[in-house]
């Protein structure tokens, strides 16, 4: 497949915007068309915005098969939308995975990235013992 650049930020624009409108059918769409329509390489963040509409409606299971789908690792943005999305679904399970996910994207970052990574995880966890397993293991990464 080709990427055109010219066609995938509209396509993303299009995405996001009816996403935003609660329309997941379109969405799915819209996604599809720029592999089979457009026959260009959907790129990572086409990923998490569609991630991020299907987690907004609940779909974190279909997200998270979508992850382990793409042809690339998922990125911070990938992971931070499924979090995100976990919260709507009430799914602990996958919050957890997903945080877990985002602390290893994280361990490479300098204490500026463990304090974004605390950020995230307090800004989109919601379940306080989901959270203290996470935070003592982030505590033992940055005493090693």
Known sequence: M???PT????????MDFIGDAGMVKESLYWFDSIKNTYKVA???EHYACLIDILGRSGQVETAYKMIQ?????????????LLAGCRFSLNIEL????????MKLFQNKNKR??????????TFLFHS????PITKQMNQKQLN
């Open 113 to 122: 990235g463990i304090l974004e990574f605390e950020t995230i995880i307090f």
């Open 42 to 44: 959907p790129r990572c």
């Open 129 to 132: 013992s989901t959270l203290i």
């Open 2 to 4: 080709l990427t055109d």
């Open 69 to 81: 789908e793409m042809p690339f690792e998922a990125d911070l943005g990938v992971w931070g939308a």
């Open 95 to 102: 919050a957890e995975l997903a945080a877990r996910e985002l």
């Open 7 to 14: 066609i995938l930020p509209p396509l993303l624009v299009t």
